[in-house]
């Protein structure tokens, strides 16, 4: 059931950690717009976050919010919905919590397909520890663990999610405000898991990836007349084009979600009236006799 | 003869069936109405390596591993030079001699030795060879006096899923192995025999088959883990018993997402579990302390085998209890419970999650390979008795902005709302926290959030499950140790008492918040102590050496070998520390 919210109800008193600037503010405020868009409250919505600048964004949203250990935002995402799939979950984090500590989850997050949007905030730098590169910083981007230059490529997630059998894939800017509320509200209303990349410059470590750079490097795929979302081979070869960032839904299908081929019950877990008395319970003794 | 007291080995290679015949001679032993208790010791491979099954039976429950071996059934010479030492004297070996023959010193000269072509019988007349098992069993079932009727019964029950013709082919196995007895060895009885008693309501259960159903008895609904033996069979029993009752089973990509997996489902509102062993355990670390510092409920089972790496995966040790109780960085309440028997397990496996939820804290429940992948006879397990607290599980609505998650209180626990509850939104941060859930590091919150978590430890205390103290209380000579241990130190306890020496025997069914008090008083008055247990540094005897002080009497009865204590190995301890020397007053520091 829809209510009529606005972004200001999925606002919290805790002031921000972030520095003035951050690319972050915009997926904040994005978040919150297309949640109040979609209606659903506060008490209905559980963000799990991880570590990092990025993981500190389930504290500056009102909800039921986890803010866990580092990398492991999707399994406890994952849970949560199979526990109570009656609640709108979402999942945030930066590059380097998705695509190094946590890549392992991200790939099972993707193959399992639950309804579970994830947003991964991508500065292309550590930025909380000051600056060290990232699993998505370019080869050659000096730091202070890169004195000679990252000799490491950078990961593709979303071309990584594609190949796992991702079901919604998506990148965003965190300069286009309005595409990206949109984004995010058509990632959380998609029946699986949908990831939201967004590009969110750090201001202060990432000198090369600013606010000016991407305005120079990236096109919405949607602009393109013959681009459609539905073919995979059009999707691979967007996202792995050494030109221009595609931005907009890259990929989506409507691949079985998880919990439906878990076959859930309808009730969520959360609901089950619990009792240790029961012939059901008691008639599991009768094969050790 | 020997009536209704015997230890059978079965001794083969891995995968050639000996376990299922095994499992079959536990079933008729039971159902024959006697005690049983079973041990695997098998090698961390799928087919080949040596591997034996015990079974023992006898008129007295709770059992571990006799003395010695009474019967061994030897599929391969290897199986003999392997165990013919473990043998008693006036004990039998049936040898398939098909392909291979004993001679020399290892023909032992003090036991009854069968030799059957197993193996040929089991070709030429049924041709097939793997049935020689059945034929096995036919011969031990004449050779020491199993009801044929029960024989019969359980075999067809066993192989019933595979057909009749299989049913036909297996009852015909042991007809072959019955009569190759009466036609070659009916001269030669074996010395041992057993008298069928009632078999009423019991059960023969697996240590892990008892913890999966004590969780699910206890409202358990969700369940995340890996596959690692020894703790396998828990996630195996849940994700067969789950969806039933509305329940998830989630095989995770590894232990870290099991772990964070149980956090998410108990964060949204759901009794949740997983089971693991060494290694699984090392890498759920982190995730138990944010499980501390959230104060979400959540139980992990420890299943215990050799470490540390790899170690001996299919063994039995109790080296982790150091780490359950010390692991992480920062400091967490937890809860480490340590059943003793296969029906403990049970109960405490569902006393466990009572626990997690009241006090909002990680609750472990070790047990070890000896103990949890082991059957035993049991009785009926009475469901009914399984309370479900759900403590301070907040369910209706609270005023948001009132309400604090992690309000300071006098037990140290706050009202827990869960999603969908109006009012009670908040973030729970693994960062310090006010009791509103903000993150702060604010010196003067910090030390009150650490006294209030901490402060569980305290609180928790009347709910912890009891020690069992065993054998004369006033003895001079006190013996202290926990798990799997149980059964072979009560087994001692009782024939030393026969013997004419008074032991009392502490069982640790609550390891950490450790049981001070009541060790201090189970102390108190012994002249001698004696701390049972499978692992190197003798890590319970530090523990109680650490709280009670240094003690002159203290002693260590440890082993790393990967297998169980048998009974005579405490006696001896016993003869060796305090029966041999000057008694010395045991010191308990107040």
């Known amino acids: 059931m829809a209510a009529v919210l606005s972004p200001k109800d999925f606002a919290t008193a805790t002031p921000s950690w972030w520095c003035p600037g951050c690319g972050d503010y915009g997926v904040l405020s994005a978040l919150k717009s297309a949640l109040a868009e979609i209606g659903r409250l506060p008490k209905d919505v559980a963000f799990v976050s991880g570590i990092g600048c990025s993981g500190k964004i389930s504290g500056y949203v009102h909800a039921y919010a986890f803010h866990g250990v580092h990398g492991r935002a999707l ?215 | 003869m020997i009536l209704n007291d015997i230890e059978i080995m079965f001794g083969g290679q891995a995968g050639d069936g000996s376990l299922t015949t095994g499992d079959l001679i536990a079933g008729v032993f039971k159902r024959m109405g006697l005690e049983v208790y079973t041990y695997k010791d098998f090698p961390s491979r799928i087919r080949g390596g040596h591997t034996n099954y015990v079974i023992r039976a006898g008129e007295h429950p709770n059992y571990g591993m006799a003395d010695a071996v009474d019967g061994l059934v030897a599929f391969d010479l290897e199986a003999v030079e392997a165990h013919i030492d473990e043998l008693r004297a006036g004990g039998f070996v049936v040898f398939d001699n098909t392909s291979e023959t004993v001679s020399g010193p290892l023909r032992r000269a003090d036991v009854t030795w069968y030799d059957v072509p197993l193996a040929k019988i089991a070709k030429e007349e049924l041709g097939l060879e793997l049935a020689r098992n059945t034929i096995s069993l036919g011969v031990l079932a004449k050779l020491i006096g199993m009801d044929p009727a029960i024989v019969r019964a359980d075999v067809t029950r066993v192989y019933q899923r595979k057909g009749q013709k299989v049913v036909d082919l297996n009852v015909r196995a042991i007809e072959a192995g019955e009569t190759y007895v009466e036609r070659h060895f009916a001269e030669f009885p074996s010395g041992y025999g057993l008298q069928a008693r009632p078999d009423g309501e019991r059960l023969l259960m697996m240590g892990n088959d008892a913890i999966a159903y004590g969780a699910l008895v206890a409202g358990c609904r969700f369940m995340a883990g890996y596959p690692i033996t020894p703790a396998t069979d828990v996630l195996e029993w849940m994700a067969q018993h789950l969806p039933a009752f509305g329940g998830v089973t989630v095989q995770a990509e590894d232990e870290l997402a099991a772990i964070n997996m149980v956090l998410g489902a108990s964060f949204a509102g759901v009794r949740s579990m997983t ?273 009670v002080g240094p003690l002159e009497g203290m002693h260590l009865l440890n082993k790393y070998d990967g297998k169980p204590f048998r009974p005579i190995e405490i006696i001896e301890a016993v003869e060796r520390h305090a029966l041999l020397r000057a008694p010395v007053p045991v010191q308990v520091r107040r």
């Not at chain 1, 931005?247 to 240790?276: F, I, K, Q, W």
Request: with cysteine; net charge negative.
């Open chain 2, 275 to 547: 089971a693991t062993s060494g290694p699984g355990q090392a890498l759920m670390t982190e995730a138990i302390g944010l499980a501390g510092v959230l104060e979400i409920p959540v139980v992990i089972v420890e299943c215990a085998r050799t470490g540390p790496s790899t170690g001996m995966p299919t063994k039995t040790e109790q080296s982790n209890l150091n780490h359950l109780i010390f692991s992480g960085h920062g400091e967490i309440p937890r809860v480490v419970l340590a059943p003793g028997t296969v029906e403990d397990s049970f109960y405490i496996s569902a006393q466990a999650f009572d626990l997690a939820e009241k006090y909002q804290c990680p609750v472990f429940v070790l047990t070890e390979q000896a103990l949890c992948q082991s059957k035993a006879t049991l009785p009926h397990l009475d469901v009914g008795s399984v309370s479900i607290d759900r403590g301070k599980l907040q369910t209706e609505p609270v005023v948001f902005g009132d309400y604090a998650r992690f309000e300071f209180t006098d037990d140290g626990v706050s009202r827990r709302t869960i999603p969908g509850v109006e009012g009670g939104m908040h973030l729970a941060a693994g960062s310090e926290h006010s009791p509103q859930g903000v993150i702060t590091e604010n010196s003067r919150n910090r030390t009150r959030m650490m006294d209030k978590r901490m402060g569980k430890l305290e609180s928790m205390r009347p709910d912890l499950p009891r020690p069992i103290v065993h054998g004369d209380p006033a003895a001079d000579i006190a013996i202290l140790g926990y798990g799997s241990n149980r059964g072979p130190i009560v087994e001692a306890v009782e024939r030393l008492e026969r013997a004419g020496v008074s032991t009392r025997f502490f069982e640790f069914r609550t390891l950490w918040p450790f049981p001070e008090d009541e060790v201090r008083a189970f102390l108190a008055g012994a002249r001698h102590a004696i701390v049972v247990e499978n692992n190197f540094t003798g890590q319970l005897e530090r523990l109680i050496r650490y709280v």
């Open chain 1, 75 to 289: 399994p406890v995402a994952t849970a949560v919905k199979l526990a109570n799939h009656d609640l709108t979950v979402i999942a945030a984090g930066g590059d380097g919590d998705g695509y190094a500590i946590g890549a392992g989850h991200f790939l099972h997050a993707v193959r399992r397909n639950p309804n579970v949007t994830y947003i991964v905030m991508d500065n292309q730098t550590y930025g909380l520890t000051k600056g060290q590169s990232s699993p998505t910083s370019s080869t050659g981007y000096v730091t202070g663990t890169s004195p000679q230059g990252n000799p490491d490529a950078p990961i593709n997630g979303l071309a990584v999610a594609l190949a796992a059998g991702g079901s919604f894939l998506a990148r965003g800017f965190s300069a286009h405000p309005k595409k990206l509320v949109d984004l995010i509200r058509v990632a959380i209303e998609h029946e699986g898991f949908s990831v939201v990349e967004v590009m969110s410059p750090c201001v202060t470590y990432n000198k090369i990836n600013t606010y000016a750079w991407f305005k120079e490097n990236v096109y919405y795929v949607d602009e393109k007349p013959d681009y459609d979302p539905s073919n995979r081979s059009q999707a691979f070869e967007a996202m792995t084009d050494e030109g221009k960032i595609p931005l907009g839904v890259l990929y989506r299908d409507n691949r079985a979600t998880l919990e439906s081929l878990m076959h859930l019950p309808e009730r969520p877990l959360t609901a089950l009236e619990l009792s240790s008395a029961g012939s059901q319970l008691e008639a599991l003794q009768s094969v050790y006799r």
